[in-house]
């Protein structure tokens, strides 16, 4: 990953760290493209466009599902709150039940509280234009402690994460729960993910994920995942 700084101007180009910091995307995945971001004292915006993969368990084994993202995420940070919103438009290149080019818009609304400066509280809102019989709305609830930095060697991040996800995760867009197929049906459940920088730019990360399906056989899965991510 390479960035750049011209006075409020952030840019970023390569493998990028997109965390829950950017209006909460679900889990913090990598995006191989761009941002671009300018800070105005409390208010940040960001553009970003790229692929998102996700690795995750369909019928006959894993798949990597690649995503092209174009968004636009606006937040507010005060000293204990913090405020966002984000619209992103999903295109297919890969997906174990989806055909090339089909794609779905996502928008977000997004709360924080820092009880400390580790301790964190969030609460999402996530609604999208697809429905598929399941509904359109989801949401997630987080509590997360730390503040990972893949600079930062030693730094660390756990959150617990309740979530209700509706059918427009799928895409292997940011906001599926990492390597859970429910891309069909949708899916309600919980998680735990831990992320540690063992090496500057090298992530160590963890997760297990327990979750059912939105439709009607009610389809349960309970994964536990583990790697390692190098930064560029």
């Given amino acids: 990953m390479v960035t750049g700084k011209y006075g409020a101007f952030t840019?970023?180009?390569?493998?990028?760290?997109?965390?829950?910091?950017?209006?909460?995307?679900?889990?913090?995945?990598?995006?191989?493209?761009?941002?671009?971001?300018?800070?105005?004292?409390?208010?940040?915006?960001?553009?970003?466009?790229?692929?998102?993969?996700s690795?995750?368990?369909?019928?006959?084994?894993?798949?990597?599902?690649?995503?092209?993202?174009?968004?636009?995420?606006?937040?507010?940070?005060?000293?204990?709150?913090?405020?966002?919103?984000?619209?992103?438009?999903?295109?297919?290149?890969?997906?174990?039940?989806?055909?090339?080019?089909?794609?779905?818009n996502v928008w977000d609304l997004l709360a924080t509280y820092k009880i400390t400066p580790d301790l964190k509280l969030s609460a999402m809102y996530i609604g999208t234009n697809k429905d598929y019989g399941v509904g359109k709305n989801g949401y997630v609830f987080r509590v997360g402690y730390g503040n990972y930095s893949p600079a930062k060697v030693g730094s660390y991040l756990v959150q617990a994460n309740y979530y209700k996800i509706p059918v427009v995760a799928y895409y292997g867009s940011p906001y599926a729960a990492e390597d859970v197929d429910y891309t069909y049906f949708g899916g309600k459940g919980w998680s735990i993910v831990a992320d540690?920088?063992?090496?500057?730019?090298?992530?160590?990360?963890?997760?297990?994920?327990?979750?059912?399906?939105?439709?009607?056989?009610s389809k349960s899965l309970k994964l536990w995942t583990g790697y390692a991510t190098f930064y560029f």
Avoid at 17 to 29: E, R, T
């Fill in 196 to 217: 540690y920088a063992i090496e500057k730019n090298v992530k160590l990360h963890v997760s297990y994920n327990n979750t059912k399906t939105l439709e009607p056989s």
């Fill in 11 to 53: 840019t970023q180009i390569g493998r990028i760290p997109y965390a829950d910091k950017d209006s909460m995307l679900f889990n913090p995945l990598e995006m191989d493209g761009i941002t671009a971001a300018y800070q105005f004292d409390q208010v940040s915006v960001k553009a970003l466009y790229g692929r998102f993969t």
């Fill in 55 to 104: 690795p995750v368990y369909a019928t006959g084994g894993y798949v990597k599902e690649r995503t092209d993202t174009l968004g636009l995420a606006v937040d507010y940070q005060a000293d204990k709150l913090g405020i966002g919103a984000a619209f992103y438009n999903h295109k297919v290149i890969h997906n174990a039940y989806y055909d090339l080019g089909n794609s779905a």
